[in-house]
C-alpha cells in the first residue's frame, strides 16, 4: 500500500542526485492533539491536530553507506543499535534491495521523552531524502511522505503554526497531509520543562492503539477532537492568548484522561508532572497568564506570552527550562 502511494507521488525513479544532503526540520508541539489512527499502517488520525514549530529541531544528513547488509544510523553521534522502524521506512525509498542508507541525525532535544524528537528526525530525514534524490516535492506530498514515519511528523516540515487535517482517504491517504497557517504570533512562547530525559516507558504507537481499543472514552475523544481543533485554528488566528490556552491545556489532560481510562491505564505523569501542573494553576490564580500541555511523556510544555517570560523563567527557576521561540511560516524548510 506504502509502495502504491510512493509510486503517485514520486513519479521518477530513485537515484541519488547528491553524494549526501542535509535538512533540518523543527520539533512541533501539538497545541490541539492527534491521539489515535483510523489506519495504522498510514497512520491516518481519527482527527485534526494543530501545532506549533519550535526553533529546535533535528538536522539530518543522508548519503550512502558501503556497508553490503544493514543501514548505518547515527543518532547524536551514536551508533543506533536497533533501528528496524526506522530501516522499514527506508525500505520505500530504496533505489535496489542491496542498497543501504548512512543517516546521521542531530536532535536538539532529548530523543524519545516525549519531546517530539521523532516528529522532527522523521521530518528532516523525508527534506534531506528530497535533495538526496532530486525529487523536489512540495509540502503536501513531503507531508505525506513524513507522516509515513510518524504521524505528527508531518506536521514538522513547515514553520510557525501547522494544521494537519484528517483526510477521508482510508485506502491511500493522500489528503491526509499538514499545511502552514497564514499566521505569525512570535510572541507567543513554549517553555520545556525538563524534568526528566530519559526514554519514555511506552511508545505512542501502542499507547494509542491500546487507548482505541480499551478506553471507554476514546470515543468522546474523538467526537470532541475536531471542535478542539478548528476552535484552536481560531483562536490563533485571532491571537487571543486566554482563550488559546484554556484550549490546549483542556485537550492535553482530555487526552491524558482517555490514556488513564484505558485498561490497564496509560499513566505518562509523574510527580514531577502533578506538581507543575498545581503550579501553574497557582500562578494563573495569582494572575500570571500561563498555561500547560502535555505528550506522551511526563514533561510539561508551558504556554505564555514574551511579555511574562521573566516572571515565569522566575516562578521556574529550580527547574531547567528551555524557553523555545516559534519561527515565522515563511521560513521555508525545502
Ligand atoms: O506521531 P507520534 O506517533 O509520535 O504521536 C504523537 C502524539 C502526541 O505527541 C501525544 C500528540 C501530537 O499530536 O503530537
Redesign the pocket.
Known sequence: MALEILKKIIKKAYEPVLAEAEAFAPVNI?LS???GKRQATLNLPYNS?V?MSLDLGAKTKVSATSATSADLIIINNKVLEKHQKISQFLDLFRPHADFYFKIESQSEVPVAAGF?S??SGYAALVLALNRFFGWHLEGPALSVLARLG????CRSIYSGFVLWERGRDDELGLDSFAKPLNIDWPELKLGLCISTASEKYLD??TAMQHCAATSPLFPGWVQACETDCSNTVQALLNKDFEQLGRLVEANALM?HAVMQASRPAIIYSDANTLNLIHRVRKLREEGLQIYFTQ??GPNLKLLFLEQDTQAVTKAFNDWKLIVCKNQSHKNPLF
Open positions: 501539538a492533539k492527534y491521539w491536530s501545532s517530539a521523532s516528529a510518524s504521524g505528527s511528523a505512542s504507537r487526552m505528550d506522551a
